[in-house]
């Protein structure tokens, strides 16, 4: 794909049964606490994208 201007993975969506669980999992492995916390919601911004 020569000229793309898509670099690496944009979204992944991860459903789970237990939020806070899997809050607290991605938080620590991912070493920042979510960016968007809602009770049906849970997102994280990660290397460029967080300063857009």
């Known amino acids: 794909m ?3 201007s898509t670099q690496g993975i944009k979204t992944v ?3 789970v049964s237990d939020l806070a669980a899997a809050k607290a ?3 620590a492995l991912l070493g920042v606490p979510p960016q ?3 009770s049906y919601y849970v997102g994280n911004v990660l290397g460029l994208l967080q300063d857009r």
């Open 13 to 15: 969506l991860h459903p």
């Open 36 to 38: 968007t916390d809602e």
């Open 25 to 27: 999992v991605y938080s």
């Open 2 to 4: 020569t000229g793309s």
